[in-house]
């Protein structure tokens, strides 16, 4: 005699998405959605990896034939070492960095206008378990966060990540998308990548 209980199944097709395509309609106040639910998982979406030496229209050529926003970029050992997106490859943030290197747009690569892991921030998915979206969209105007990566407690693997700009586009109303500067350079940087933002 077999006691075991059976799951609930429902048709497939309820649980693919696009990854890009964050449903929100079931949601009355977006403040209050559990955070998972707008983390980009990685686990169902593995984010595809982009060579530390690829150039620039190589990285946006990537992006744009996979349909994402945002890929890791990692060096030669396949560790990851930044992260760039389809918004600061066509900023003018990408301007100013070959002014400053004195090269043409065409001759930089990912690397350099990447933003590298060490500026990144993570949390812990047990956090984000615990916690509704509007604190995730707090937490990333306070820092200034672009990207908020997801980390698994135990593993500390990667397992998600939280985009703000993809959060903005379903949020309805203004996010502060301006990240805090310490310095002038700061400032610069700022305005320059802020009107794609």
Do not use: W
Not at 42 to 53: R, T
Not at 137 to 163: C, H, N
Request: overall charge neutral.
């Amino acid at each position: 005699m077999n006691t075991n209980a059976t799951l609930n199944t429902q048709p497939l097709k309820a649980f693919i998405r696009d990854e890009n395509r964050l449903d929100v309609s079931e949601y009355k106040n977006l403040d209050q959605a559990p955070a998972h639910q707008m983390m980009h998982n990685l686990l169902l979406f593995p984010m595809q990896n982009i060579d530390e030496s690829s150039s620039i229209d190589e990285a946006n050529l990537v992006l744009s034939k996979t349909l994402r926003r945002a890929s890791f970029v990692v060096d030669k050992k396949s560790q990851i070492i930044g992260m760039i997106s389809t918004a600061r490859l066509g900023s003018r943030y990408m301007i100013s960095i070959a002014e400053k290197r004195g090269c043409a747009r065409a001759d930089l690569s990912v690397t350099d206008v990447m933003i590298p892991i060490k500026d990144m921030l993570q949390v812990s998915l047990k956090q984000v378990m615990q916690s509704d979206v509007g604190t995730v969209v707090r937490t990333m105007e306070k820092t200034g966060a672009e990207f908020l990566i997801v980390v698994d407690d135990i593993t500390s693997m990667q397992v998600g990540y939280f985009d703000l700009i993809d959060l903005a586009k379903v949020y309805g109303k203004p996010l502060n998308t301006i990240k805090p500067a310490n310095n002038f350079r700061d400032i610069v940087g700022t305005l320059l990548h802020h009107n794609e933002m």
